[in-house]
């Protein structure tokens, strides 16, 4: 499985961006995918997950509320809506497949996307 994230950009807060990460393979349709986000000088964590089927999800406690992850399996792709951002919420973000159902940990997932940068701007 390989994997392309897309959607990042500069925005101010308060505002609504909507990240993507397509897949190469089918067997994209059968597994777990996760968004991580990784700031400056911090580790890379857990944002959302969802079932292979969609049916599940699971977000942080900072998101929760916000940002809402989708898959459309059909077109290879995961989806990351993210409402409300506020400063915080600027870090490169990763798409990971692979993981364990609603894994946390990005050490469950076994490929990753190259990263995209979202900037919330105060």
């Known amino acids: ?54 049916g599940t999800t699971y977000y942080a406690d900072s998101v929760k509320g916000r940002f809402t992850i989708s898959r459309d399996n059909a077109k290879n792709t995961v989806y990351l809506q993210m409402n409300s951002l506020n400063a915080e919420d600027t870090a490169v973000y990763y798409c990971a497949a692979g993981g364990l159902n609603g894994s946390r940990r990005p050490h469950e997932y076994r490929y990753w996307g190259q990263g995209t940068l979202v900037t919330v701007s105060s």
């Not at 950009?9 to 993507?20: E, H, K, P, T």
């Open 1 to 54: 499985v390989q994997l392309q994230a897309s959607g990042g950009g500069l925005v101010q807060a308060g505002g609504s961006l909507r990240l993507s990460c397509a897949a190469s393979g089918r067997a994209f349709r059968s597994v777990p995918m996760g968004w991580f986000r990784q700031a400056p000088g911090r580790e890379r964590d857990f944002v959302a997950a969802i079932s292979w089927s969609g």
